[in-house]
């Protein structure tokens, strides 16, 4: 790979926030919205969701975009883990959740994703779980929520980057959130993950011309090491992945400019 003229490539083509071309009603969280559902009719629910989307989404995944899933022995370091990865296409959450779909699972999502109607019922349905905007004390239910959740066992994922922009060609920098729940739970343990794209190979040149093929990447767990203050220890746990992240995209992701 020639990374000189990826650098100045990047330069030449401005990469643009992702509008999928709806607008979303405004949308406020009653004082006790229950962030992390976990009741039974709830996982019934969530299990409906999920395999639906693992039934419609099964064709476009794997014999349009090629999916392929690398890392697979790292899955079980998910289980009470905040698990990150790259905003980098508009179905990398739903691949994301179906590949670890004998689990329940969450995801975070902006408060504004709750304004689609019935399809935010198949988003929370599916577990998508909004990061709130409007008051203190929300926050501080969604911090409660999200740690007690992680000591349970649980999986939650967070695209640290903070919003979408498709196949961007890095990995952009991380917001803090993520970092912050992960040093506050139990395990202390971060599953980096990265989509990656890849020149088409066999059919899939037919199938997908010019466009890339996908790949999720499954990274060895990080585990949070302690320094003297809380500053710095997540400001390490977020450089380190940050760097692990990006250097992996670099040597492994092909580019189209």
């Not at 099964?58 to 790259?86: D, E, L, Q, T």
Request: hydrophobic share 35%.
């Amino acid at each position: 790979m020639n990374e000189e003229k990826i650098t100045k490539d990047e330069t030449n083509e401005e990469e643009k926030e992702y509008d999928n071309g709806f607008k979303p009603k405004e949308v406020h969280l009653k004082p006790d919205y229950i962030f992390y559902r976990k009741n039974f009719w709830y996982k019934v629910w969530n299990r409906i969701v999920v395999y639906i989307c693992s039934f419609v989404f099964f064709f476009p995944k794997f014999f349009v975009y090629n999916f392929r899933v690398k890392g697979k022995k790292y899955r079980k370091f998910a289980k009470g883990s905040i698990m990150i990865c790259n905003h980098v296409h508009a179905f990398d959450v739903i691949f994301i959740i179906t590949t670890f779909r004998r689990h329940l699972f969450y995801q975070t999502t902006l408060q504004s994703n709750l304004g689609f109607g019935f399809v935010s019922k198949i988003f929370t349905g599916g577990g998508s779980v909004p990061i709130p905007t409007e008051s203190l004390q929300l926050m501080r239910n969604f911090r409660n929520g999200t740690i007690k959740t992680l000591n349970m066992g649980y999986p939650i994922l967070f695209m640290p980057e903070g919003h979408l922009i498709v196949q961007s060609k890095k990995v952009r920098e991380f917001m803090p959130g993520a970092f912050h729940y992960a040093y506050e739970s139990n395990s202390k343990t971060i599953l980096p993950t990265v989509i990656t794209f890849h020149k088409p190979k066999g059919i899939f040149k037919l199938i997908r011309r010019k466009k890339p093929t996908i790949r999720y990447n499954i990274l060895p767990p990080y585990h949070i090491e302690e320094l003297e203050t809380k500053k710095q220890t997540l400001k390490k746990a977020t450089d380190d992945l940050h760097e692990i992240m990006s250097k992996y995209y670099l040597e492994n992701s092909d580019y189209f400019l």
